[in-house]
T-cell receptor, first 110, second 112 residues
Framework: DAKTTQPNSMESNEEEPVHLPCNHSTISGTDYIHWYRQLPSQGPEYVIHGLTSNVNNRMASLAIAEDRKSSTLILHRATLRDAAVYYCNAGGTSYGKLTFGQGTILTVHP | SQTIHQWPATLVQPVGSPLSLECTVEGTSNPNLYWYRQAAGRGLQLLFYSVGIGQISSEVPQNLSASRPQDRQFILSSKKLLLSDSGFYLC???????????FGDGTRLSIL
């Protein structure tokens, strides 16, 4: 798995968009980019993943740089329920294994 | 639909006692299974993974072991717990390479 770098924390206001960045400069050509989020005392929840093209689902959008060395998770309208630790992973090719770093603590203000 | 169950939710054990945590998955066949540990305020550390019955790979040497006696059952064990084994233990499954992992609710283990 490629090492990922994320900001330790970010803040947002409710109803505003949030852009969570992730750097994965050593990503291999077959590694997918995965995003998960974790609420206190719960297991991580899958958010979105992609390989090269931008991806959208009901939870978020994933924008992947053309050189794939970075990506951005986009929450279009943050809610208080989006406050969590967000983990970016670049891997999944070797037995589906993922490496979870420290993540970004997202605080959403009412 | 697929579900994953972990138990117990919390566990308090004395140092030197044995451990057995169980994880089962329903609604899928031949899943990849994973055990993670999370220390307080830290990210997740992959402990073991399994791609089939009886196939276990260890990521981190320690006094823990894992077994997969049935297709959708994954067990984490220890013969003698250490203080450093405290943490939040999470089981996860996926259908294969580059696919999302789905996590259980975890077991919070405290060693006294």
């Amino acid at each position: 798995d490629a090492k990922t770098t994320q900001p330790n924390s970010m803040e947002s206001n409710e109803e505003e968009p949030v852009h969570l960045p992730c750097n994965h400069s050593t990503i291999s050509g077959t590694d997918y980019i995965h995003w998960y989020r974790q609420l206190p005392s719960q297991g991580p929840e899958y958010v979105i993943h992609g390989l090269t093209s931008n991806v959208n689902n009901r939870m978020a959008s994933l924008a992947i740089a053309e050189d794939r060395k970075s990506s951005t998770l986009i929450l279009h309208r943050a809610t208080l329920r989006d406050a969590a630790v967000y983990y970016c992973n670049a891997g999944g090719t070797s037995y589906g294994k993922l490496t979870f770093g420290q993540g970004t603590i997202l605080t959403v203000h009412p | 639909s697929q579900t994953i169950h972990q138990w117990p939710a919390t566990l308090v054990q004395p140092v030197g006692s044995p451990l057995s945590l169980e994880c089962t998955v329903e609604g899928t066949s031949n899943p990849n299974l994973y055990w993670y540990r999370q220390a307080a305020g830290r990210g997740l550390q992959l402990l073991f993974y399994s791609v089939g019955i009886g196939q276990i790979s260890s990521e981190v040497p320690q006094n823990l072991s894992a077994s997969r006696p049935q297709d959708r059952q994954f067990i984490l064990s220890s013969k003698k717990l250490l203080l450093s084994d405290s943490g939040f233990y999470l089981c996860a499954w996926s259908v294969g390479l580059n696919q999302p992992q789905h996590f259980g609710d975890g077991t919070r283990l405290s060693i006294l």
